[in-house]
């Protein structure tokens, strides 16, 4: 609820305090890219509340209705929604403050267009608050970085396989944590970044990138283990399945289903896996996808950024979303490929 309701506040041009965008939209000849795209983004929002009157789209009254008693309990005679507006609102405001998202004065702390991706994941919570953490060393990583940054021929952006797949197992170690299954191979032995067989040898690059996930991944556990809020609040915002305990833990065995058919291509499954199996990848592909098609459209949008223009990792979540759709269609076509029984 404090979320939606910073949120909204920093999009309403009347709002002195909280908006988030340039005031100022008049042209400069001194204005660089990146400053013109914010003015244009905070112009056409003055242009919308002048036509449409429609910020804030959450004001502090919905916030405290939606934060009070649910219509279950308030059926069974409970009425007390002003302690349950103010206990659920402090907590909410301490976690936010406590993750980064918002400073103390509960302005928002960085990129609108990451903590608008936040609320529209938050059914995937821990994931989310997960690779919000992780986007400064993606940035680092696929922007910065000369070897894995996108090019741009003929006004086409163009991504290197090696580059792709690597972003895609990073997503994968943080979102797809599904236990691997007896006899299969973990992921991170699949990435090659150890316990690898015979005359394999240990990815260095792969390693390191796992190691600087997993160290993320402690981090922000160790962040949430440590607020003062109820456990149960913790566990929802916590990973089902934990990292590693210590440095240089690989942590758990990651199921690799979902990353083999991804970063392969694979058409449709093999015909020894079994329905079930069938089903659950599916299912996480699905999923994954769903992930990667909310933050791509939430961080693709030109209002630039408090730690790095993080819209240019756009076109990675995009591939990755176009993967898993041609993958699903794919899984359906061989689901409903079948032959007529009906038929001597």
């Not at 915002?237 to 058919?261: H, I, K, Q, R, V």
């Amino acid at each position: 609820m404090c979320l939606a309701s910073l949120g909204a506040a920093s999009n309403d041009p009347d709002d002195d305090l909280y908006y988030a965008h340039p005031k100022d939209v008049s042209r400069d000849a001194a204005d660089d890219d990146d400053t013109i795209k914010k003015k244009r983004f905070s112009n056409s929002l003055h242009t919308l509340q002048k036509s449409l009157n429609c910020y804030p789209t959450v004001d502090e009254h919905s916030m405290k209705h939606m934060a009070g008693t649910r219509l279950e309990e308030f059926c069974k005679g409970d009425r007390t929604d002003g302690v349950k507006n103010d206990e659920y609102l402090e907590i909410s405001q301490k976690i936010c403050v406590e993750m980064g998202l918002v400073d103390d004065a509960q302005r928002i702390a960085m990129d609108h267009n990451v903590l608008s991706m936040v609320w529209e994941l938050r059914d995937s919570l821990p994931e989310v608050i997960n690779v919000v953490e992780a986007l400064p060393m993606l940035y680092d990583v696929f922007i910065k970085d000369k070897k894995y940054r996108p090019s741009s021929k003929d006004g086409k952006i163009k991504i290197s396989t090696i580059a792709q797949n690597l972003f895609l197992s990073i997503l994968v170690h943080i979102i797809d944590r599904a236990a691997c299954k007896e006899g299969d191979v973990p992921l991170h032995a699949m990435l090659k970044c150890g316990d690898v067989k015979g005359a394999q040898q240990v990815d260095e690059g792969a390693k390191e990138m796992w190691m600087a996930t997993e160290k993320i991944l402690r981090g922000k556990r160790d962040i949430i283990n440590g607020m003062d809020i109820p456990q149960s609040e913790k566990d929802s915002l916590n990973l089902a399945m934990d990292c590693g305990e210590s440095e240089g833990s690989f942590g758990p065995g990651l199921d690799g289903g979902l990353y083999e058919m991804l970063s392969t291509n694979r058409v449709g499954f093999p015909e020894e896996m079994s329905v079930e199996r069938r089903n659950e990848l599916k299912g996480r592909i699905f999923k994954f996808g769903c992930f990667c098609r909310i933050a791509n459209n939430n961080i693709q949008q030109p209002t630039g950024s408090f730690q790095g223009d993080y819209s240019s990792l756009s076109v990675f979540f995009r591939k990755l979303f176009s993967s898993c759709k041609w993958s699903l269609m794919d899984i359906m076509k061989q689901l409903t490929d079948q032959g007529d029984e009906c038929i001597l």
